[in-house]
C-alpha cells in the first residue's frame, strides 16, 4: 500500500481533513511504533575495521548500520578466513574477546594482532520514514503488506484530537493494539523460532482468558 493510500483510507475512515505533511507525520509516528514488533532482518557484510591493540570502537551513527534498531549477532574474520561469530558480553565486561555495545558505539575487543579485519552483523533495522513528496507519497509503506492497516488505524487515532472524538479515538487505538500485538506474535513466530514455545503458551492463556503478570 502506497503512503498516499494510506492517507486516503485514514481521511474516509476518521472523517478528518490535515495537511499533507501532518498524515505524513502521523504515518511516521506509526512506523517508530511498530519497528521493534516488526523486526525486519538485514546481513550487512564486508565492513572493513582496523584494530587498535585488538579493539574497534565502531561508531553506528553515520555508518552502513545507522538505521540499526536491535542488533543481534557480530561476525569477524582476518583476510581469506571464514566469519567466525563473536559472542555478546555484558556492559562490565572490558577484557573477554566478544562484542557489546554502548549507547552509538559497536565495541569489538580481544581480536586478536591482526591490522585489519572485516566485520558482518545481523540486526533489526527501523521502518524507514515516509516523506510528503510527490515520490514520498507514491511511494509503498516500509512495512509488510498484511500490517500496513495497522498504520491506517494508528494515523486515524492520531487525527482524532477534538474532544467530541475521544471515543473514536479509542475505538481505532484499541483496534491498533489488537493489530499490534497479533503482528508480535506473528513476526517472532517467524523471525526467532527459538521463542516459539513461550509464544505457544502465551497464545494457550489468552484463549482460556488468563493474562501472564
Known amino acids: ?6 492517507i486516503e483510507l485514514a481521511q474516509i475512515q476518521s472523517d478528518e481533513v ?3 505533511d501532518t498524515w505524513v507525520h502521523y504515518i511516521n509516528l506509526a512506523l517508530d511504533d511498530l519497528t521493534p514488533v516488526a523486526k525486519m532482518l538485514v546481513t550487512k557484510e564486508d565492513i572493513s575495521l582496523t584494530p587498535v591493540n585488538g579493539n574497534v570502537s ?3 551513527p553515520g555508518s552502513d548500520l545507522e538505521d540499526y534498531h536491535e542488533i543481534l549477532d557480530v561476525f569477524v574474520k582476518d583476510g581469506a578466513n571464514p566469519y567466525m561469530q563473536l559472542r555478546r558480553l555484558p556492559s562490565g565486561n572490558t577484557f573477554s574477546r566478544g562484542w557489546r555495545q554502548e549507547a552509538e558505539s559497536l565495541i569489538l575487543q580481544n581480536l586478536g ?3 585489519t579485519v572485516a566485520m558482518k552483523v545481523n540486526y533489526y533495522r527501523k521502518l524507514r520514514h515516509a516523506t510528503p513528496d510527490a515520490a514520498g507519497l ?6 509488510p503488506e498484511q500490517y500496513t492497516p495497522l498504520v491506517v488505524a494508528y494515523v486515524c487515532a492520531k487525527s482524532q ?3 467530541e472524538e475521544l471515543d473514536d479515538k479509542n475505538d481505532f487505538y484499541a483496534e491498533y493494539l489488537r493489530g499490534k500485538n497479533n503482528m508480535a506474535m506473528d513476526r517472532i513466530w517467524e523471525m526467532e523460532p527459538h521463542n516459539r514455545r513461550f ?3 502465551a497464545r494457550v492463556l489468552s484463549q482460556v482468558g488468563f493474562t501472564q503478570s
Do not use: G, H, T
Open 58 to 60: 565502531f561508531s553506528l
Open 161 to 163: 484530537q477534538k474532544e
Open 18 to 20: 490535515y495537511e499533507v
Open 199 to 201: 509464544l505457544r503458551k
Open 138 to 143: 507514491s511511494a509503498e509503506i516500509d512495512i
Open 113 to 115: 594482532e591482526s591490522d
Open 1 to 6: 500500500m502506497k503512503v498516499q493510500d494510506v
